[in-house]
């Protein structure tokens, strides 16, 4: 096989993880959740603008309030896991844009002035993100169970503003029993990949 990382690892964060229903009551601590964007952080974005948000939701009373908002299918596993991230757009990205992209601090003007440009590039990138998040929550020996199921606007409306678009609810924790439904079937390499 020509991958570097070790099959054990490849084994975590892909081949065996999978999307978790159920969590045991472990906690889930905000170290952990440090180590995670410590390490997903450094995965690429256009302009390196980084326009993920992530707001934790760990209290009783906000956990109430985001449920109401999932799909009925979604609400148990939402009120029971650990630890739910809600993961947003920042649609004012660029005005970290002189610090994050230095070299080129004109980019914030030149490309991003108006809004319907930077909605487009925030859901794209931060959607590029949220993906390198799931990753590094299993990377932290932890499962991601990743939905869209949801009120978005009631969501944005609870939790964000109108400068926030939310992309998805991630719970996160170790898994409990039944955990995983059958893994489904993936495509195959020649159904996908097309040389030209």
Do not use: C
């Amino acid at each position: 096989m020509s991958l570097v990382l070790d099959p054990a690892a490849q084994d975590l964060l892909f081949r065996e993880a999978r999307t978790a229903n159920t969590f045991t009551d472990e906690p889930v601590t905000d170290e952990q959740v440090q180590a995670i964007y410590d390490l997903v952080k450094y995965g690429p974005t256009a302009f390196n603008q980084s326009p993920l948000r992530i707001t934790l939701v760990r209290s009783p009373e906000a956990r109430e309030r985001l449920v109401q908002h999932m799909a009925e299918g979604n609400r148990p596993k939402t009120a029971t896991a650990p630890l739910v991230a809600i993961l947003s757009a920042d649609n004012e990205f660029h005005e970290e844009l002189p610090t994050l992209f230095p070299h080129f601090p004109q980019a914030k003007d030149l490309f991003f002035s108006e809004r319907p440009a930077r909605e487009g590039a925030a859901g794209l990138n931060a959607a590029l993100q949220a993906a390198y998040f799931i990753i590094g929550v299993r990377a932290a020996g932890l499962a991601a169970g990743p939905m869209t199921g949801l009120d978005f606007e009631g969501v944005r409306k609870e939790f964000l503003d109108d400068d926030h678009t939310p992309l998805m609810v991630v719970n996160i924790g170790k898994p409990g029993p039944d955990a995983w439904f059958p893994r489904s079937p993936r495509l195959a390499y020649e159904d996908v990949v097309t040389t030209v």
